[in-house]
């Protein structure tokens, strides 16, 4: 059994010494290498089973450790990073050569981001490194948010940091950014909007841009039970139990066994910091399948949506 520790003094340790250290951020809980030890961030994606086409993000503690990963630093860069961090924004940009291709999957763009999560800084400050992180989870499972759920899916570590807990709730913000202009590749709390107001000259690029993310998969972040989208599910049965996932009032309540409702008063940022928290309990419930309720597609409702309709992919086909 992995072990829970409050010892951050430990954890830098390990990190120095090429082992792997979960911890949280204030979005998820991060799996933790030294980014610029190979051999460590391999660990990675063999504990994760992630394959290796996915690149990972790089954390760092200093707008200064930018020219170890960045070959250009510009104004653009300069103005979201100042703005937006320590916070939930994933930049992508051309890397230094130095770091290992692993990191970036082969590419030649790193993604990096500063995390606002004291727990998170205080590791990246006492261990002195940048730290490779991909969410704590195994490969297309849910993402953690707390300890225990790391846990559950990665007995194995060594180390699972406790601390101050993740309270965004859903993956950051992941954009390009070329030449002044970016282009969202994932959706997080970070909004469209919100990156204009601070690149007002920067129109956002098109959807068919050649700029990809491999990481960025159709089917993902899906619990371990059958799950739909509301108005898509198989034709109702008396001899199963129903598990809903409910944005904030349930209409009927009776017909589920048990509801998540993950907000009182359809707030979307509380919808977003109790989703996966909420789809962890479903999963170990003794629900049959889960129901999910949309959510306006509005501020950080894009990004809920879009973990709902990764974690239903599978089961699009009723
Ligand atoms: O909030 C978060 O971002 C969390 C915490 C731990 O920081 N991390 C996280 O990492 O969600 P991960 O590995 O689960 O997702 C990283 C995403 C993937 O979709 C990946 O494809 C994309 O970032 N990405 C990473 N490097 C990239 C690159 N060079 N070009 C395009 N996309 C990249
Ligand atoms: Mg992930």
Redesign the pocket.
Same mark, same amino acid.
């Given at each position: 059994m992995s072990s829970i520790s409050n010892d951050i003094k430990l954890a830098a340790q390990l990190i120095g010494n090429g082992e792997l250290v979960a911890f949280p951020?204030e979005? /998820?809980?991060?799996l933790g290498a030294d980014a610029f030890n190979a051999e460590a961030v391999a660990k990675i994606f063999a504990t994760k089973e992630r394959p290796t086409f996915?690149?990972?993000?790089v954390?760092i503690r200093d707008i200064s450790e930018l020219e170890k990963l960045f070959v250009e630093i510009d104004d653009a860069l300069l103005k979201l990073a100042e703005h937006f961090w320590p916070g939930?924004l994933?930049i /992508?940009a051309k &890397?230094q050569q130095a770091v290992p291709d692993i990191v970036? !999957?082969g590419?030649d763009? /790193? !993604?990096v981001?500063m995390?606002a999560n004291q727990t998170a800084r205080e590791l990246l400050k006492l261990s002195g490194k940048c730290i490779a !992180?991909?969410? !704590?989870n195994r490969f297309g499972m849910l993402?953690p948010t707390t300890p225990e759920h790391v846990q559950k899916q990665l007995p194995e570590l060594k180390c699972i940091l406790n601390g101050e807990l993740p309270k965004v709730g859903i993956?950051?913000t /992941?954009i390009?950014l070329c030449q002044g202009e970016f282009k969202i590749?994932?959706p997080?709390f970070i909004t469209e909007q919100d990156l204009m107001k601070v690149l007002p000259q920067s129109k956002a690029k098109e959807a068919n841009s050649p700029? &990809?993310?491999?990481?960025?998969l159709k089917s993902h972040y899906s619990p371990r039970k059958p799950m739909y989208l509301l108005g898509n599910e198989p034709e109702y049965s008396a001899n199963k139990k129903y598990g809903f996932l409910a944005f904030s009032e349930v209409k009927n309540p009776d017909k589920y066994h048990q509801i998540e409702r993950l907000s009182t008063n359809a707030d979307l940022g509380e919808a977003a910091a109790n989703f996966f928290e909420a789809l962890h309990r479903l999963e170990d419930s003794d629900v049959d399948l889960i129901i999910a309720e949309p959510v306006p597609e509005t501020g950080i409702g894009i990004a809920i949506m879009d973990r709902l309709n990764k974690a239903v992919y599978q089961y699009r086909g009723k």
């Amino acid at each position: 059994m992995s072990s829970i520790s409050n010892d951050i003094k430990l954890a830098a340790q390990l990190i120095g010494n090429g082992e792997l250290v979960a911890f949280p951020t204030e979005t /998820v809980y991060g799996l933790g290498a030294d980014a610029f030890n190979a051999e460590a961030v391999a660990k990675i994606f063999a504990t994760k089973e992630r394959p290796t086409f996915n690149p990972l993000i790089v954390h760092i503690r200093d707008i200064s450790e930018l020219e170890k990963l960045f070959v250009e630093i510009d104004d653009a860069l300069l103005k979201l990073a100042e703005h937006f961090w320590p916070g939930p924004l994933t930049i /992508v940009a051309k &890397k230094q050569q130095a770091v290992p291709d692993i990191v970036s !999957a082969g590419l030649d763009t /790193v !993604a990096v981001r500063m995390p606002a999560n004291q727990t998170a800084r205080e590791l990246l400050k006492l261990s002195g490194k940048c730290i490779a !992180a991909p969410s !704590a989870n195994r490969f297309g499972m849910l993402s953690p948010t707390t300890p225990e759920h790391v846990q559950k899916q990665l007995p194995e570590l060594k180390c699972i940091l406790n601390g101050e807990l993740p309270k965004v709730g859903i993956e950051s913000t /992941v954009i390009e950014l070329c030449q002044g202009e970016f282009k969202i590749l994932r959706p997080g709390f970070i909004t469209e909007q919100d990156l204009m107001k601070v690149l007002p000259q920067s129109k956002a690029k098109e959807a068919n841009s050649p700029i &990809k993310s491999p990481g960025l998969l159709k089917s993902h972040y899906s619990p371990r039970k059958p799950m739909y989208l509301l108005g898509n599910e198989p034709e109702y049965s008396a001899n199963k139990k129903y598990g809903f996932l409910a944005f904030s009032e349930v209409k009927n309540p009776d017909k589920y066994h048990q509801i998540e409702r993950l907000s009182t008063n359809a707030d979307l940022g509380e919808a977003a910091a109790n989703f996966f928290e909420a789809l962890h309990r479903l999963e170990d419930s003794d629900v049959d399948l889960i129901i999910a309720e949309p959510v306006p597609e509005t501020g950080i409702g894009i990004a809920i949506m879009d973990r709902l309709n990764k974690a239903v992919y599978q089961y699009r086909g009723k």
